[in-house]
């Protein structure tokens, strides 16, 4: 969430900013909301005030066993005016709050305005594989090798969900385990977090209220609180500090999670999302890092790096993009991502979005650090980036180390775990 001072101080700056991204702006009315809010709130102090010191004058006059009807009018009066007013403040103030969440952030100076067509490509590693024999596409090897079933997935959660099994499931949990390992190493604390969130989880994380469609709700008990299944572990991960004041001793903060993730896709039967490439439920370990503002730039470049440094070790081509504001998660300042090579589809898709929030997402979850010395807190910086997302990385590591005999290569980190080196036909 922005701050509503720092809009109303750097206007023509925060609506500068803001077309990068978005044509649905409302600056003006944001303000004049704001307004509203204070010109009627200092007409209910003053009303208040006048009631007490009317309310003062009575006891006075009681005391003395004088008459005190025509003020007592007054105060009742001024009680009608003060419930009155009361109601205005808290409608308009409930206006104002769903505005300033509705909100997407600031990009940064760097990100470039519009769409996904104005990504900026930033690296490259490795090159496109080629292939001397005709090439299989992921959803034929997985079915060859036996390692997903995708029918039996939709039979069991209908369309968007699939089955791994055998070796294919061998090879998804390989790759969690990897990649909990290498940030277990890197001295990141593990979490595993509750699936069911309430509300006030989406709200603080920027996905509530514009992206509430965009998740799974439960249908709870009268008087229950509304749970919805968590679209990422970020989520819940930023939630963990939420309404606190966090020790700046404690900073930074580097955490991770391994989570199914649960999504009401609005995907359809396009190539680009054939098997596991698109669906409602797939594995994620996400990284997460809450830090002072000066660290955050820091922040941003370790975890870009060590999602960069998974897929070399994986052996896979890839290229990280800086995203246009367009293509951008709304809570976030600046994200790049993260893209793996898929053969068949000629095409390049994201297994990591490494994200800096500034301090968007702790202004809407109340999360605050003091500094030594000082009497004040200070909104911190958040940051996440997956370390990875799995389903994507599947199709591409069966079809970029795919080999002439229909067997697939095995990347070096994940031998130990499947017990070979090669996935064959017949295995």
């Known amino acids: 969430m922005l701050d509503i001072k720092y809009i109303k101080d750097n206007k023509e700056a925060v609506v500068k900013a803001l077309l990068k991204r978005t044509s649905d702006l409302n600056i003006d009315y944001i303000i004049e909301l704001d307004a509203d809010v204070k010109s009627i709130s200092l007409k209910l102090e003053e009303n208040q005030a006048e009631r007490n010191s009317i309310s003062k004058k009575i006891g006075q006059l009681k005391s003395k066993n004088e008459d005190t009807d025509i003020l007592e009018k007054q105060v009742k009066k001024l009680n009608e005016n003060i419930i009155d007013l009361s109601s205005q403040v808290e409608k308009i103030k409930k206006s104002l709050d769903l505005e300033l969440l509705s909100l997407p952030n600031i990009p940064e100076d760097i990100v470039p305005a519009g769409g996904k067509e104005n990504n900026t490509v930033v690296k490259k590693f490795g090159e496109k594989p080629v ?59 593990f979490l595993l977090p509750p699936h069911l969130l309430i509300d006030e989880c989406g709200l603080s994380a920027g996905q509530f209220p514009k992206f509430r469609d965009d998740v799974f709700h439960l249908k709870t008990s009268d008087g229950d609180q509304n749970r919805f299944l968590l679209p990422t572990s970020e989520t819940a991960i930023l939630n963990i500090y939420r309404d606190e004041i966090i020790d700046e001793n404690m900073l930074p903060i580097k955490s991770f999670a391994y989570s199914p993730c649960y999504r009401s ?24 890092q809450f830090t002072k503002p000066e660290d955050g730039e820091a922040a941003l470049q370790e975890l870009i790096h060590k999602g960069e440094r998974l897929m070399e070790e994986l052996g896979l081509h890839y290229r990280t993009s800086l995203l246009a504001a367009e293509d951008s998660s709304a809570s976030m300042a600046i994200t790049y991502d993260i893209e793996v090579w898929i053969p068949s589809m000629g095409i390049y898709k994201e297994v990591s979005s490494a994200s800096w929030a500034k301090d968007y997402q702790a202004r809407r979850a109340k999360i605050r650090f003091k500094r030594k010395g000082q009497k004040k807190t200070e909104l911190l910086h958040t940051l996440n980036a997956s370390g990875l997302a799995t389903s994507r990385l599947l199709p591409a590591i069966v079809e970029q180390n795919q080999q002439e005999d229909g067997s697939v290569r095995v990347p070096k980190p994940l031998q130990p775990w499947l017990g070979v080196d090669v996935i064959h036909p017949e295995s």
């Not at 294919?168 to 949990?173: H, N, T």
């Not at 999302?273 to 994620?284: I, Y």
Request: glycine share 14%; with cysteine; net charge negative.
């Open 131 to 189: 292939f001397d024999f005709t090439m299989k596409d992921h959803v034929e090897l997985c079915t060859s090798l036996d390692l997903v079933d995708y029918e039996r997935g939709v039979k069991l959660g209908g369309s968007g969900f699939w089955l791994y099994k055998g070796m294919g499931a061998a090879l998804e949990w390989a790759l969690l385990n990897y990649f909990c390992m290498e940030h277990y190493k890197d001295g990141y604390t």
């Open 265 to 288: 896709e609005k995907g359809g039967g396009r190539t680009e999302e054939r098997g596991t490439v698109r669906g409602h439920q797939f594995n994620k370990v996400e990284m997460f």
